[in-house]
T-cell receptor, first 116, second 112 residues
Framework: NAGVMQNPRHLVRRRGQEARLRCSPMKGHSHVYWYRQLPEEGLKFMVYLQKENIIDESGMPKERFSAEFPKEGPSILRIQQVVRGDSAAYFC??????????????FGQGTRLTVV | GDSVTQMEGPVTLSEEAFLTINCTYTATGYPSLFWYVQYPGEGLQLLLKATKADDKGSNKGFEATYRKETISFHLEKGSVQVSDSAVYFCALIDLAGTALIFGKGTTLSVSS
């Protein structure tokens, strides 16, 4: 059973370009979470999705950022018109059901975005 | 809102030394508590967890006890190895159960 797969592992974008980060959850997992890790910071929750639905996007910046988890295919985190401050590691996690004391989230290896 | 505070790093130890990484939290109720580990260039892996007061989580020689009185979940290991060098994150599940809330992480560096 493959783990959570994120690609690309490294992404370089010029200011103003769009960045698309992909996350394929573990088989059988329908819950996906995106986190951002800035240098010297912990992981900050961005968005929680369940197939075709955004459940909680309280951590998403109001502009330029969007996320989706279609019925078929990976979850996508999209950043439009990237700026240098978007440079960070973006981690995706998945779980078979909503998080609880008995439900573990499994993390991917992350996508390291560098904006130049 | 819910939050986690853990000791600043980096922590530098010699092999076989005793490790403590402090973690305290602020939350409504009594959330489940976790320690995750991130090895260089990798994603996070669950190290251990505790789901109620006085529970002790343990794995790979690491331990942490859920202390309701001191709202703490300190990570300990009696004898660290070079292979334990990593970043350690303390976390809790938020009240809504929608997300893990992480501390800033503590970098551990163990030398032989």
């Amino acid at each position: 059973n493959a783990g959570v797969m994120q690609n690309p592992r490294h992404l370089v974008r010029r200011r103003g370009q769009e960045a698309r980060l992909r996350c394929s959850p573990m088989k059988g997992h329908s819950h996906v979470y995106w986190y951002r890790q800035l240098p010297e910071e912990g992981l900050k929750f961005m968005v929680y999705l369940q197939k075709e639905n955004i459940i909680d996007e309280s951590g998403m910046p109001k502009e330029r950022f969007s996320a989706e988890f279609p019925k078929e295919g990976p979850s996508i985190l999209r950043i439009q018109q990237v700026v240098r401050g978007d440079s960070a590691a973006y981690f995706c996690a998945s779980s078979p059901q909503a998080l609880s004391m008995n439900t573990e989230a499994f993390f991917g290896q992350g996508t390291r975005l560098t904006v130049v | 809102g819910d939050s986690v505070t853990q000791m600043e790093g980096p922590v530098t130890l010699s092999e076989e030394a005793f490790l403590t990484i402090n973690c305290t939290y602020t939350a409504t109720g009594y959330p489940s508590l976790f320690w995750y580990v991130q090895y260089p260039g990798e994603g996070l892996q669950l190290l251990l967890k505790a789901t109620k007061a006085d529970d002790k989580g343990s794995n790979k020689g690491f331990e942490a006890t859920y202390r309701k009185e001191t709202i703490s979940f300190h990570l300990e290991k009696g004898s660290v190895q070079v292979s334990d060098s990593a970043v350690y994150f303390c976390a809790l599940i938020d009240l809504a159960g929608t997300a893990l809330i992480f501390g800033k992480g503590t970098t551990l560096s163990v030398s032989s």
